[in-house]
């Protein structure tokens, strides 16, 4: 008889190749190293640096605090400056269409008379002419004063004193009035610059035409206020403050972008354009 030799059971595979083992350790070790520098060492190494505790490093390079663990955060003792917090909602406009001119005058003979005249005509330099202007614009402003999104000493306690109903009322007076009538000694002609930068703008500076939004009729935002037959010392007033973001309440930052490129000559120019009464 032929023996039938039984074959070994084969044993269970096993790495035999010594090369395997040492390539997933050395994967392992390097892929922990990585996270020990990248999160631990590095980052508590730079914290001592900028002050800050192993604990506060850690947790800055793991993203759970916010900041670098190579810096302090930065913090400053100024608070925020606020900007305007008028928004054009259903109630707003309904506020300003119920406004009543009467109470605005009673209001106006109480408080405003002194500086911006009866009929809206200021009586100097400092001080803007509000006869023919929207009651969305000065509604605006006199709203900002009272929630220091801009700020004058006088005004800011006067517009404090109105509640909403009055601020509207005052606005819908005062937009009521004529405009001034033009001197014809002040009217006179502008140089082209400058008649550029108000029908044109300055495509190259990014600056749009000053009449796309302060004619009258003009499609500009509800709040845009008529520039023509303004003061020449207000405005330059305005845009100086504006471009040193002294006056911060134009809505997207409209007017600090624009007033910040023009120059002396530019902001004078315009100011005595407008002051002249061009339309």
């Known amino acids: ?4 030799r039984q074959q070994p059971i084969s044993e269970p595979h096993v790495l035999d190749q010594p090369w395997r083992l040492w390539s997933s350790i050395a994967i392992g070790g390097i892929l922990l190293l990585g996270i020990l520098l990248g999160v631990v060492i590095i980052p508590v190494v730079q914290g001592r640096g900028a002050g800050l505790d192993a604990y506060t490093a850690i947790c800055r390079a793991l993203g759970i605090l916010p900041g670098s663990p190579a810096q302090p955060q930065p913090s400053t003792q100024f608070p925020a400056t606020p900007v305007s917090q008028v928004v054009w909602t259903a109630d707003v406009l309904q506020i300003l269409s119920n406004a009543d001119p009467r109470r605005g005058y009673e209001k106006v003979q109480e408080v405003c008379v002194s500086c911006h005249g009866e009929k809206g005509d200021s009586v100097g330099p400092d001080f803007p002419h509000l006869a023919g202007q929207s009651g969305a614009a000065i509604y605006k402003q006199l709203y900002d004063y009272r929630t220091g999104s801009r700020a004058n000493p006088m005004m800011t306690d006067v517009a404090k004193a109105l ?7 005052v606005a819908a007076y005062y937009a009521a ?6 001197n014809p000694r002040s009217l006179g002609e502008s140089p ?4 550029q930068l108000v029908e044109l703008g300055d495509p190259n500076r990014n600056i749009p035409p000053c009449a796309a939004c302060h004619r009258a009729g003009a499609a500009g935002p509800i709040e845009t206020p008529i520039l023509s037959e303004q003061r020449t010392e207000y405005l330059v007033a305005q845009l100086k403050a504006y471009a040193s973001g002294e006056r911060r309440n134009d809505v997207y930052g409209r007017m600090r972008t624009i007033a910040s490129q023009l120059t002396d000559a530019e902001i004078n120019g315009l100011a005595a354009y407008y002051r002249a009464g061009f339309k």
């Open 1 to 4: 008889m032929t023996e039938h």
């Open 163 to 169: 509640d909403e109903k009055a601020i509207a009322d």
């Open 177 to 182: 009035q004529p405009k001034r009538n033009l």
């Open 192 to 195: 082209p610059a400058i008649v």
